[in-house]
């Protein structure tokens, strides 16, 4: 079974700091890559995800990861943190299978705070 | 923007009892999920739903939990005799399909259910 770690619980960054959090997985075959964020009081919301081509996936808010294979890791990365990204980070990632519908494995996810 | 909602948002319930969690997901995706938070652990899959039957599960769906979707549009979670363990953030997610370009799941908002 794949499993997922992502080594920071809990990150404090001041407006406009870079970035990187975390996430390695172990699993032997060919998986789908995920992170997810969760806003306060909201729905957890897709941030980008990697299936294949270039290991560098960009997402939206000005977030990217790198997928590397040899690493088997897939790190979160802003460049400037807003304020406005305070909220739950989780890395999750379900194995390429023959078609069926494969749920997803979460990391415990990182709590980010941006102080202004 | 369509979205996964899910009833209620906070369920009470006592020891032994049966509980429903509903679930509507996106009207045209084809594939939905169940998956569980219980404090401050991992996000956990428990089911995926395809075309009337259970695709995937994993060993937390014991007999106790069963699914389905009584009509077009809503996905039940129920439990059958809950236990205090139970205790939990219950999330339904719903994808188009399976293929990598058609397999994001959609989260809902989650209901709190708390065994007492």
């Known amino acids: 079974a794949q499993s997922v770690s992502q080594h920071n619980h809990h990150v404090i960054l001041s407006e406009a700091a870079s970035l990187e959090l975390g996430c390695n997985y172990s699993?032997?075959?060919?998986?789908?890559l995920f992170w997810y964020v969760q806003y306060p009081g909201q729905h957890l919301q897709l941030l980008l995800k990697?299936?294949?081509?270039?290991?560098l996936v960009k997402g939206i808010k000005g977030f990217e990861a790198e997928f590397i294979k040899s690493k088997f890791s897939f790190n979160l990365r802003k460049p400037s943190v807003q304020w406005s990204d305070t909220a739950e980070y989780f890395c999750?990632?379900?194995?390429?299978?023959?078609?069926?519908?494969?749920?997803?494995?979460f990391g415990k996810g990182t709590h980010l705070i941006i102080q202004p | 923007e369509p979205e996964v909602t899910q009833t209620p948002s906070h369920q009470v319930t006592q020891m032994g009892q049966e509980v429903i969690l509903r679930c509507v997901p996106i009207?045209?995706?084809?594939?939905f999920y169940w998956y569980r938070q219980i404090l401050g652990q991992k996000v956990e899959f428990l089911v995926s739903?395809?075309?009337?039957?259970?695709?995937?599960k994993s060993e937390i769906f014991d007999d106790q939990f069963s699914v389905e979707r009584p009509d077009g549009s809503n996905f039940t979670l129920k439990i059958r005799s809950t236990k205090l363990e139970d205790s939990a953030m219950y999330f339904c997610?719903?994808?188009?399909?399976?293929?990598?370009?058609?397999?994001?799941?959609?989260f809902g908002p989650g209901t709190r259910l708390t065994v007492l």
């Open positions: 009207s045209n995706h084809l594939y």
């Open positions: 997610a719903s994808s188009e399909g399976v293929r990598e370009d058609t397999d994001t799941q959609y």
């Open positions: 999750a990632v379900n194995k390429v299978s023959g078609g069926g519908a494969d749920g997803l494995t």
């Open positions: 990697y299936f294949s081509g270039d290991p």
């Open positions: 699993y032997g075959g060919t998986v789908n």
């Open positions: 739903f395809y075309n009337n039957e259970i695709s995937e």
